[in-house]
């Protein structure tokens, strides 16, 4: 090991710091995949039921309502969408009056996204919703390990995005 503790390139391998993974159930991959899954499940019977969105839509409403500026393009960058899926949700709330777009004076073909004042009343029901939900969600974590958890998946994402980057995939 050298003095900042990195092994020379001599053919060792660096010391593992995931767990062993003897089977799919150890990979943090699949336990924060499966874990968002099943949240993914409550909230969305949840949303369509109470507010009659999808969960899809909610994060289109949450995005718009976050971004001063929010575009299509800046929108389906933070989700990940597919552009026909992305469309398609936006063109339903616009539909709805739940959203308002319009072309974007400098370039026109992009397009610019904002909350209806429907919209907005409807953003703020659901994130008192969500925030009750997160509530229960960490409500076996202190405050402090709530704090940290947010910090480690900050940092975790932080490194998938800068991969995705890397490898031409965000």
């Known amino acids: 090991m050298t003095p900042t503790g990195s092994t020379e390139n001599k053919g060792e391998t660096p010391p593992r710091i995931h767990p062993p993974i003897n089977a799919i159930t150890d990979a943090l991959t699949f336990r924060t995949a499966r874990f968002n899954l099943l949240l993914e499940r409550l909230g969305s019977g949840n949303f369509r039921k109470r507010f009659g969105i999808t969960l899809n839509e909610w994060r289109v409403i949450g995005l718009t309502h976050a971004t001063e500026k929010a575009t299509v393009t800046s929108i389906r960058a933070e989700l990940s969408m597919d552009k026909g899926q992305l469309s398609r949700t936006v ?3 616009a ?3 739940l959203l308002r777009t319009a072309t974007g004076t400098a370039d026109r073909r992009v397009i610019q996204i904002s909350l209806s004042p429907e919209g907005r009343a409807l953003h703020d029901e ?7 939900r997160n509530e229960q969600v960490v409500s076996c974590l202190g405050a402090k390990e709530c704090a940290e958890f947010l910090r480690l998946l900050d940092k975790l994402t932080a490194l998938a995005e800068a991969r995705a980057r890397q490898e031409g995939v965000a």
């Open 91 to 93: 063109s339903a709330l």
């Open 95 to 97: 539909g709805r009056g």
């Open 126 to 132: 659901v994130l008192a919703e969500v925030t009750s």
